[in-house]
Nanobody, 123 residues
């Protein structure tokens, strides 16, 4: 059974930093795209960042320059370093993984989802 388990969420003041982790189990995702989406209250789920084929990355414009996605294939884990956090970054953050390499922001292309971790940024 494949599982993605996020950790690292919490409450932080605006301008602060958090590092999210997502540990995968049940299969290896070294040859697949992994990434992050988020959903704020009353809003649709939105793309945040993905990584694939080693070190290739892509970010939403809203987080570019502030967030950094990385992965450790030996640990089957993907990370999201979030700096200069803003109140509008408040959301539940979901880790995702695909069955193959895809470079897409469409959530339906990602078969596996974590349970989510809450990030709250106070002003």
């Amino acid at each position: 059974q494949v599982q993605l388990v996020e950790s690292g969420g919490g409450l932080v003041q605006a301008g602060g930093s958090l590092r999210l982790s997502c540990a995968a189990s049940g299969r290896t995702f070294s040859s697949s795209t992994m990434g992050w989406f988020r959903q704020a209250p009353g809003k649709e789920r939105e793309f945040v960042a993905i990584t694939w084929s080693g070190r290739r990355t892509y970010y939403a414009d809203s987080v570019k320059g502030r967030f950094t996605i990385s992965r450790d294939n030996a640990k089957n884990t993907v990370y999201l370093q979030m700096n200069s956090l803003k109140p509008e970054d408040t959301a539940v953050y979901y880790c995702v993984a695909g069955d193959r390499v895809v470079a897409t922001t469409r959530p339906e292309e990602y078969r596996y989802w974590g349970q989510g971790t809450q990030v709250t940024v106070s002003s």
